[in-house]
Each structure stands twice: as C-alpha cells, then as structure tokens.
C-alpha cells in the first residue's frame, strides 16, 4: 500500500514537471485533428529530427528518406484522433515512423538492385563535419548495406524486435531473419575495420574536399 | 557473441537522437501531398446531415404513398372502431349506415380484408333495427366530390347515385386521419449546467417525424443539430501542484440529438391545439471544442474531441401550442428542458439546455 501511494505522488510529481510541454504538444494535437495545416506544420517541424533519424537509417539516402517521412507524417495526420493522449506521442510517432519505413522496404523489394560496394563509395563522397562524424559514419555504415541486411539490422539492433516479429512483418522465415542480421553485423565490422586508419588521424577529409582542393590547385 | 551485442548497441546509441536540421522543401512537398490528399471527395459532417434530412424526407414520403394505397384497408378499420356498443345517439348511426354500405359494396375489392368484413357484415345485421329509420335524402348530392372519390377507388359506382349530402361530410373526414406529419424547427436555446459562470445562447435546427398512435396520443422522432456553447467552473482539487486554483472551462460543441418522444394533446379547439411530451434524447457529440484555463498562471489550453455519444443519456419535457394555418400547415411554439441523465462530452459536464422552438408542422396529404 505504501509503495503504491510512493508510486502515485511520483507520478503527479513527474505529470507537473512535463505538463507545460504536454499542453503544448496536446494544442498542436488537437489542432492536428482539425486538420488545420498550422498545427501540421507545427507538429510536422517538432518531430521532423527525431522522425528523419528513423528515415535515414531504414533509406539509401536524404531523397529516399524525406519520401518515407512524408509518407510516414501523411499517415500520422490522417490518424492523429486515433492516437491515445495517454500514452506518449512520440513513441506512437516512432512506431508509425518504423512501420513506413517498412512497408517501403517491401514496396520497394522487388525493384531494388542495390551494389553494397558503389553505394559506399557514393557515400563516401559526401562533406563529413568532425562533430557530427560518429552518427555520420554510422549512418553511411548503415546505409551502405543491402537493403536486406539494413533492414532486418535496424528493426532488431535498433528497434528492438524480435526475430519472429521480423520474419512476420517482412514474410521470411526467422533463419533468414537471424541471418540477414549475422550478415549484417558482420558487413558492418568489416568496414569499421576498414575505416580504422582513417579514424585513427582523428580528421577525416572527404573525398569531395580533396577533390575541391585538386580544382583550386589546376586553377 | 559479446563483440556483436556491442556492435549493436555501439549503432543503436550512435544513431539515436541527432539533431537533423529541418528542411523546409520537405514540408512543401509534405504540404502538397495534404492539398492532394484533401481534393479527394470525403463525407464531412455536411453531407450526412443532408444525408439524414435526405432520408427522413424518403421515409416520409414512402409512409404517405402506402397510406394512400391502404386507403380502404384503413378505412374499414377505422369503421370497426366506430361500431362500438357505446355510440349511440341517432346520426353517430346515420354516420355507421353510410360507412357500412360503402364497406359493404367494396367487399369483392378488398379481397384479403375478408376477416374484417365479415365482421363489419354483422356490425350491420345488429344494427338493422336502427338502419330501418335511417332515411336517405337522395338530393342535392355534390357530384364533383363523389367524383374524385370514385376515381379515388372509395366510392364503387353503384353507390355513385343517390348518397345524402350531409353524411358527405362526414365520410369525407372518415378518411384516413393524417397519421404522419414532418416538423421542421429551429430552436434558440440556453445551454448551462449546474456552475455556469454566463449563459449563451446557442441555435438548434431540426428535422422531426411525427406519428399519431392515437387522436391524442403520438410519438415523435428526428435529428436534431445543436450548436452548445456553455461554461462552467469550479475550484481545485488539490491545494498544491498544478491542479490547485480555479478553473474555468468554456464549450462550445456541436451535437447530433436524436430524440423519441411521447406527445399528448391536452387541449384542441378548432385551430389551436396544446400539448406536452417527454421523451428521451440520444446525444452524438460531432465535435467538442474546450477552452480550458487553469492552473497557478491561468493557462489556456485548447482541447479538440470528437467521437462521444451518449446513448439515451437526456431526457426531454415540452409544452407546445400549436396553431393550423390550413389543413395541412401549422405553426408552433415549443418551449423546451433537455435535463441530462448522464454526464456530457468529455468533461462530463452536467449539461442542461431550455429553449423555445419555433416549428413548422406539414401533414401528409392524405387527405386531399
């Protein structure tokens, strides 16, 4: 009994300190139910970094991440007075962020021909600022895998699920889900491997740099 | 084994939480796929209330044909009702003579009403002594009337000559009574519950289908849209945090009440008739706005809800005086208490509403 008033006064204590931000979000929310495109966009642009970190790591880059995005919020909007303002908006976000992702995997499954090896190179190309390097390299890591392998890596390291919720949702068996994931793992390992030296200067310049200076040098 | 579950965590920590900076060419497209998204044709709260309107409209008008059709069913019906032991005085049987011969003649016409008949024939063999008295005035028989019953299917040609005047009358208002009528109103009300801080008046509009059980006695049913913009306040729950201090909760909600009703007449002279009903209302609560203001610095928050219903959830008491402009329109006011038996909208507020409708009633035109 006692434990269980604890338990309760810590929840009104923990219900006055995120209130502010509740009412806020809850006025975006219900404006979001009456369609009004002010509140989209303002719920659109308070989840949009949380939902493009999703996007990203399930997509082959920016472009194909923005379209499951948009898809994802379209999808949230149209949903928005089904969701349940007692539980938090951002894992209802999150879970339906996920799920697109998913449904454009295996919309996409039968068209996609992806080279592991040139989409890293691509990749690679790109500005890397040092701050941001970690999640950067990660994310290309991430995306430079077969959209098999990315995809069985990101619901089960990252999202959490099961091999058997997988192997349902994709409709594969859960030996292919467990090794897409061993396949995976081990693909990422070796281009962290890779990638050590680099690393180790503690300064990457991107290829797209060097070749900027290469131009300016000709110049 | 442990490497992997460290590989795992290593991306799963890496990757949660950056901070993408937002890309407004992503929301332009966002908002095009919405723009898109609304041109496709939906059923907003527009089209079903025309679609309600619509259909009581249909059910109406489906009740007046078959109403017409069964007009001589309904008719030796309404005979067996009249050849009741307790009417007695002389014309009330002049009245019965005319409508038992009718009945009699278009015996072969009503052909599955035999039961019905058949005890209309003996109506008439116990009232055979009084028929012998009965004289019929065979002059001065407005033909033009019979006509249009004749062709109407009430009148069999052999009764087409020869029929007294006075009993036309008679006959004619013997017809089918006008069993349905169609009310449309609009009503100004006050919305209020039991701590309303002002009141406001909010509009209803309605459809409503009456049917007369009785001469008196009647049941009503319809839709009714109601706008209910209402207020109430109270003090805090609690004497710290963030319920304590006052609040106040402004509503504005716009229901869909569907009512059943019980009308009785109480009083009818000539144009003017009064009665009372009361009956039980269901609420579909379309959409609920609250403007909450609470809290240590009176925050305002807005609140959207849509979806509650309340089944049965009010009752209804009327007192209405009603005045025939023809036999076929007539005006109404209606004064109104909605009490609820149940909590409303999802404050559960103790919503009452008193208001007066102004109403149009349309008879069917049976009785043409």
């Given at each position: 009994m006692a434990t269980f008033c604890v338990l309760a006064s810590y929840t009104v204590y923990k219900e006055d300190q995120n209130n502010s931000i509740d009412l806020l979000v809850k006025e975006i929310i219900s404006g979001c139910i009456r369609k009004d495109r002010a509140s989209q966009h303002l719920l659109y642009k308070e989840f949009y970094s949380y939902c493009m970190g999703i996007c990203k790591r399930y997509s082959i880059g920016d472009f194909e991440a923005a379209d499951v995005l948009n898809n994802g919020f379209l999808k949230i909007f149209n949903n928005i007075d089904k969701y349940d303002n007692a539980k938090p908006i951002k894992a209802w976000i999150g879970k339906i962020m996920v799920n697109t992702a998913i449904d454009h995997y295996r919309a996409?499954?039968?068209?996609?021909?992806?080279?592991d090896i040139s989409e890293y190179e691509q990749n690679g190309t790109e500005a890397i600022v040092y701050e941001q390097m970690a999640y950067k390299e990660l994310l290309m890591l991430v995306q430079s895998l077969s959209p098999g392998y990315r995809i069985v890596f990101n619901m089960y390291a990252i999202d959490g699920y099961t091999h058997e919720e997988i192997a349902?949702?994709?409709?594969?068996?859960?030996?292919?889900?467990?090794?897409?994931?061993?396949?995976?793992?081990?693909?990422?390992?070796?281009?962290?491997?890779?990638?050590?030296?680099?690393?180790?200067?503690?300064?990457?310049i991107s290829n797209h740099e060097q070749n900027i200076s290469k131009n300016e040098r000709r110049a | 084994?442990?490497?992997?579950?460290?590989?795992?965590?290593?991306?799963?920590?890496?990757?949660?939480?950056?901070?993408?900076?937002?890309?407004?060419?992503?929301?332009?497209?966002?908002?095009?796929?919405?723009?898109?998204?609304?041109?496709?044709?939906?059923?907003?709260?527009?089209?079903?209330?025309?679609?309600?309107?619509?259909?009581s409209i249909l059910i109406f008008f489906i009740f007046f044909n078959t109403s017409k059709n069964n007009h001589t069913v309904s008719r030796v019906e309404k005979n067996q009702s009249l050849v009741s032991p307790k009417s007695n005085p002389a014309d009330t049987f002049v009245h019965h003579d005319e409508e038992q011969l009718l009945v009699k003649s278009q015996a072969p016409v009503v052909a599955?009403?035999?039961?019905?008949?058949?005890?209309?024939?003996?109506?008439?063999?116990?009232?055979?002594?009084?028929?012998?008295?009965?004289?019929?005035?065979?002059?001065?028989?407005?033909?033009?009337?019979l006509a249009q019953l004749k062709t109407d299917g009430l009148l069999p040609g052999a009764l087409s000559n020869g029929k007294p005047k006075p009993l036309e009358k008679e006959l004619r208002n013997s017809i089918t009574p006008n069993r349905l009528s169609l009310t449309v109103l609009a009503a100004p009300d006050i919305s209020s519950t039991s701590s309303s801080v002002s009141n406001k008046v909010s509009t209803n509009f309605g459809l409503m289908i009456n049917y007369a059980l009785t001469k008196k006695i009647g049941v009503s049913t319809g839709v009714i849209y109601a706008k209910k913009i209402y207020d109430y306040n109270g003090f805090g729950t609690s004497t710290s945090g963030y319920s304590a201090g006052p609040w106040q909760v402004n509503a504005d909600c716009k229901v869909l009440d569907v009512p059943v009703n019980i009308n009785y007449q109480v009083f009818k002279k000539r144009s003017l008739g009064v009665n009372v009903s009361a009956g039980l209302s269901s609420y579909i609560m379309l959409n609920e706005k609250y403007q909450l203001t609470s809290g240590p610095a009176s925050t305002v928050t807005n609140e959207e809800v849509t979806g509650n219903k309340h089944f049965m959830g009010i009752a209804n008491f009327s007192v209405g005086v009603e005045r025939k402009v023809n036999s076929r329109l007539s005006l109404g006011l209606q004064p109104f208490l909605k009490v609820p038996l149940t909590g409303i909208g999802k404050y559960e507020g103790n919503l009452s509403s008193a208001g007066i409708s102004v109403l149009f009633n349309l008879k069917s035109l049976s009785n043409n």
């Open positions: 996409n499954l039968r068209f996609t021909t992806y080279d349902k949702s994709l409709n594969i068996s859960v030996g292919t889900s467990k090794s897409n994931l061993f396949k995976a793992r081990q693909r990422l390992q070796e281009m962290i491997r890779d990638m050590e030296p680099l690393n180790a200067k503690m300064k990457v | 084994m442990k490497d992997e579950h460290n590989l795992d965590k290593l991306f799963r920590e890496g990757l949660d939480e950056i901070d993408t900076p937002f890309h407004e060419p992503d929301w332009a497209e966002m908002s095009k796929k919405l723009d898109q998204q609304d041109q496709k044709p939906k059923f907003p709260l527009w089209w079903s209330l025309c679609a309600a309107a619509a259909a599955d009403q035999h039961a019905l008949i058949k005890r209309s024939d003996s109506a008439i063999r116990n009232l055979q002594p009084v028929l012998s008295k009965v004289v019929i005035d065979g002059e001065g028989i407005n033909s033009v009337s």
